[in-house]
């Protein structure tokens, strides 16, 4: 369960977040929509604490976010899968090396990173470019490699920014196609993007953010 | 540092050996007593900071005299008397205020019957001393310095390796990869670079004290008397060892934690 409280965030004095306050329940799907910098990413960058907040309350999972310590950050880490829209694939390892990299980090056995990484690019239909680097594929197949890392260690929470934002209307169904499906599977989701097609082809409780304010919330109880 | 302690040892040691030659020579009265002498004898070796003394007749002298200066035998064949003093030569203990305690002794002593005067070099020895504590300080800053030196560009070299390896790192940290994880590799790689540096430097150690050895050994002992050429004792080797490890270690830990840091302060 993913819990905020009056969160508020300002970089120099300007605010980028004001008085933020929902809860996603345990296996939700919820998209935070709203144009560029209306605060999304910031919102996401606090639930796995890349970036710390003035003033409120966040627990996920029963962790208060603000208290962890630096050398405790992995402890919440751990439970959450990040997406991002430039997808953050390593350039100088293959796609299978990409998604085996994220267990080789949590300490997976390597006859289990062989076969979970096999399974999580099944998954994405890209297991027949398990070899390629990943300028070699399309910006679709990118985000699925991105997706199939984010889903191997098998998270309970999965956190999506703009993951379409670089993708054509078609390709970019198909990639929350992979998202719904992860949820289906017991993970929250919580999906920030811009572009409404997908908003209204998901049909999921939104968050709406404008200027760092929540304007509107088919949420969330 | 290895270059730098090769230095420092061979320099000690010519200082040591020069250090020991610091000596203070009492001129006798041709007709001093032999109660006189008695006395003084007495008084010297009463004296601490007089680590030896040696007494030289007029007849050692003069032998002495003689068989330095073999060559100039036209001279001293028209010599026909020996018009060099007795003396006592006296090397005084090495300490913080040495030329102090010699002048005193020098006072003591000349004021003693039978002694015609007292010699000890004393600009020498006060240029020698002040020359003494300048090394030692110049030594310590350097090594200071070369240490410090070595810490940035170990750290700097890591730096550089850790900003290569960006978008890794920030992949680790975003997985939940453990601080310990991250920073294992890179301070193993700071520790190798001490080793390497170490064994690197030692091995060029050993060539220059090889090569200095060999082509100038004979002809230095004569410029500079004590002068050795020495290499490195077991202990400074596993110093050097050691402190180089110690060194990577730390340069690669700055710099870890400075990147580490500008994460975790967001």
Known sequence: ?221 | MGLFLFIFINLNSLLSAWDQRVQLVVYLNDGISADDRKRLDQLISRKIEVVSFEFISRKQAWAKFESSFSKESDLLEKLDFNPLPASYNLKIRSSTDRLAEIRQLSDILVSQAGVESVEYGEKWIGRFETFMIFMKVFLMALASLISLGAVLIISNTIKLSVFSRKDEIELMLLIGATPGSIKAPYLLEGMFQGLLGALVSISLVKLVQVYLKYQFQGSFETLIRGMEFQFLSQTYIVTIFITSIFIGLMGSYISLQQFLNSYYKK
């Open chain 1, 1 to 221: 369960m993913i819990q905020l409280y009056n969160v508020f965030k300002s970089y120099q004095g300007n605010p980028a977040l004001t008085d933020i306050s929902f809860i996603v329940r345990r296996g939700g799907f919820v998209f935070v929509a709203g144009p560029s910098g209306a605060g999304k990413s910031t919102l996401l960058k606090i639930l796995f604490r890349w970036e710390s907040y003035d003033r409120g309350q966040v627990l996920v999972n029963g962790i208060n976010v603000g208290k962890l310590k630096p050398n405790k950050l992995h402890l919440l880490r751990r439970h959450i899968g990040v997406v991002f829209q430039d997808y953050k694939l390593l350039a100088g390892k293959t796609i299978f090396e990409n998604v085996a990299f994220a267990q080789e980090i949590v300490g997976t056995s390597k006859k289990a990173i062989r076969f979970q990484t096999w399974e999580a690019l099944k998954n994405v239909g890209l297991s027949h470019k398990k070899d390629a680097y990943p300028l070699q594929l399309s910006g679709g197949e990118q985000q699925r490699v991105a997706i199939a890392r984010a889903l191997v260690n098998s998270p309970e929470i999965l956190l999506a920014d703009e993951p379409t934002g670089n993708l054509d209307p078609e390709i970019s169904f198909e990639i929350l196609k992979l998202f719904e499906q992860a949820n289906r599977k017991g993970m929250t989701v919580i999906f920030a993007t811009h572009n409404q097609d997908i908003l209204h082809r998901g049909d999921h409780p939104t968050v709406s953010l404008k200027r760092g304010k929540v304007v509107d919330s088919r949420v969330l109880s």
